[in-house]
């Protein structure tokens, strides 16, 4: 059985003053979970903008918990003013770094390419990269969901071959249900996620066994435990509920 895995994404959510509340929290909740719930590997990790990856290791060093953070420059170092590397990433222990969220290929025109080549520089600094993928409203209603989750797999496989999803995680996140109160149903879900595994069986059988699919978009305390009653459900990567402690810990109580 795989284990699950629950991302909080703060996105561009924090403040100085207030984040050690929240991380204590989640933590405090955490640690309790955790000692509940005997058998069941829940790793949980929260994804926070760079400016607070120092105070997310001193809240969450010496838990069960990991960190991360949400984009990282495909260039190891040099003059690229405004970048973070991988490596300044692995300096404050981040564990993730998400790659590709729709955020960032709408808004900031990552292309397939970038994503692939930002996938490889986030190995290369040891962390494991988060590969979202997932459709507009426009794509679904056209037809071609499909084509679109394995354009945006295969451009990742071809620069960075099959063996690289060893150390990775992907997350399915319609574009439609990010931060629209709509979620896709279950059985939508599920239906990528298998299409997602199976692309990856493709390559091995054993890979697509191992790989750890989250859905992302809307998930809350309301709708979690429909999505993750899926098979090929493992976890979740949570945004607008990750900012509300009970609301996460709920979110992590049901994976
Ligand atoms: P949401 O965001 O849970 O607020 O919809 C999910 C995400 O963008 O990762």
Redesign the pocket.
Known sequence: MRNKLV?G?W?MHGRLATNPGLLDAIRSGISTQTAKSAGVVVQVALCLPYPYLAQARQSLEGSSMAWGAQDVSEHDQGAWTGEVSGSMLADFCCRYV?VG???RRSFFAETDAIVAAKFAAAQRAGLIPIL?VGETLVEREAGVTHDVITRQLDAVLAVNGSAAFVRAVV?Y?PVW?????K?ATPAQAQEVHAAIRGRLARESADLGNRLQILY?????PSNVADIFSQPDIDG???????LVAVDFLAICAAA
């Open positions: 991302v994404n996105k998400l969220h729709s955020e979202c997350a996140e249900a990010i931060g629209t109160g979620t992302g978009g809307s998930v809350k979740g990567l949570i945004g607008g509920a990750s």
